[in-house]
């Protein structure tokens, strides 16, 4: 799956690049999203024909609950360790980390309120956490767990990348990923503007 991915991702490049025309773009963004709508109703249809589902959602530990709360503290976390290699501010290493998948709004977030160039990092890191998301999530399922592979996916585990969540782990994992999408969303547009807030007064 990974290495069709790819292919995919190097195929679209290239059409990209010299095939499809300016003009065509509206048309493939309101495509893709009518396919992804299509692939989360797939999904859904999955975990709906799973009789034991309620059982499943009942016997979660309470501790899933905490899922999204730790992927956004790691996800920062992991972000400043790395910033002591590129030398930005702590703060500003932190912003860029805390669109957790969200490229559309952090990148924008960051670049009204705060710097352009800043949240044209963010725009860039945050894309390329969805790709590598998306291509590393089936490695982790296999050999960490289920639960880890929720871990890369960050906020885009509600969208984009459920359903490679789904096709890897369980109905289970699968609710969890859900739940820890919504919640980093949620959080996305709340820790972003507190923590440029923190910077522009520092």
């Known amino acids: ?59 979660l530990p309470k501790a899933a609950l905490a899922v999204p709360f730790l ?8 972000a400043l360790l790395v910033n002591i290699l590129l030398g930005l501010r702590p703060l500003e290493a932190a912003a860029v980390a805390s669109g957790f998948g969200w490229y559309s709004l952090s990148g924008g977030l960051i670049a ?3 710097d352009v160039g800043l949240g044209a990092l963010a725009f860039l890191t945050n894309v390329f956490r969805e790709i590598i998301a998306i291509l590393i999530i089936p490695h982790v399922a296999g050999r960490l767990g289920h639960l880890p592979a929720v871990a890369p996916g960050g906020a885009t585990t509600m969208d984009v990348t459920l359903p490679t969540i789904s096709k890897h782990t369980s109905p289970q994992v699968t609710l969890v990923a859900f739940y820890s999408g919504v919640t980093l969303t ?4 709340v820790i972003i503007p507190l923590i440029l807030y923190w910077a522009a007064s520092v």
């Open 1 to 59: 799956m990974t290495v069709s991915i790819l292919g995919v991702v190097l195929a679209g490049l290239i059409c990209g690049r010299f095939f499809i025309s300016a003009e065509l773009l509206p048309f493939l963004e309101n495509s893709a999203e009518w396919l992804l709508a299509a692939m989360l109703f797939v999904v859904g249809i999955d975990l709906g024909k799973n009789k034991d589902l309620v059982r499943q959602i009942k016997a």
């Open 71 to 78: 992927i956004a503290f790691g996800s920062i976390g992991g």
């Open 112 to 114: 009204e309120n705060y």
């Open 186 to 189: 949620l959080l996305v547009p």
